[in-house]
């Protein structure tokens, strides 16, 4: 039977190394974590949080899922924004895309996978709201990155849609939402350009926070 011990060896070896670099580093951690980033990925093996940003465990809160979607009836997604948020108090929400993206990939085609279609069904919501602009680019490769970094955007939008943000910001807490697109063609992390901090950026069909009393 083939077994996993090779992790454990792996495992041992890195914490004999971070022990050997600062010596209190695992009982600081075992005490608080105070991250100053929320980091909304995808499950992609190819695309870990903390390798990506250079950032140590306790640096970075962390929620992956397919195609890194914000549902807004995920509770699970909703739970770790809001622990996130008011609980650890992070500043920075980082919505994170990447190309060649197998979720939106599989959101583009007319193949029956089961039950990841009813996950898919909210990719591809928004092809039909971007129908227009991604089927007018031809070169497939080329219309799937734009749809993967349309998707960021509207995520970053579902994020300050929540009633978890739109509160924070309501009681005048910093916390800025950012989109950002990661290549796996070369490492590089880059901003999409969609940082919102107030609810006076989103749509006000969405507002829940008046923010001109
Ligand atoms: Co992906």
Redesign the pocket.
């Known amino acids: 039977m083939d077994t996993i011990h090779h992790l454990f060896n792996n495992n041992r070896a890195w914490a004999q190394a971070m022990i050997n670099k600062d010596p209190e580093y695992f009982h600081r951690l075992a005490a608080q974590q105070a991250p100053d980033y929320l980091w909304i990925g ?3 093996s190819r ?1 870990p949080a903390n390798q990506v940003i250079g950032l140590d465990p306790g640096e970075v809160f962390v929620h992956r899922n ?3 979607l914000v549902v807004h009836t995920d509770l699970n997604c909703l739970s770790v924004l809001q622990y996130a948020v008011e609980v650890l108090g992070v500043e920075h929400i980082i919505v994170c ?2 190309d060649h ?4 990939h599989a959101a583009m085609d007319t193949v029956d996978r089961g039950l990841i279609d009813n996950w898919l069904r909210h990719l591809r919501d928004i092809y039909l709201k971007h129908r227009d602009h991604l089927d007018a680019i031809t070169a497939l490769e080329e219309r799937l990155t734009r749809f ?1 970094q349309l998707n960021v955007i509207e995520q970053v939008y579902n994020v300050c849609h929540t009633t978890i943000v739109q509160r924070a910001w309501g009681r005048g807490q910093n916390l800025l939402v950012h989109g950002v697109f990661y290549s796996l063609d070369d490492g590089l992390l880059r901003d999409l350009a969609v940082s919102i901090d107030s609810a006076d950026a989103i749509s006000k069909v969405h507002r829940l926070v008046d923010t001109h009393r």
């Open positions: 995808c499950s992609d695309v397919i195609a890194n895309g990447h993206c197998g979720g939106c993967c």
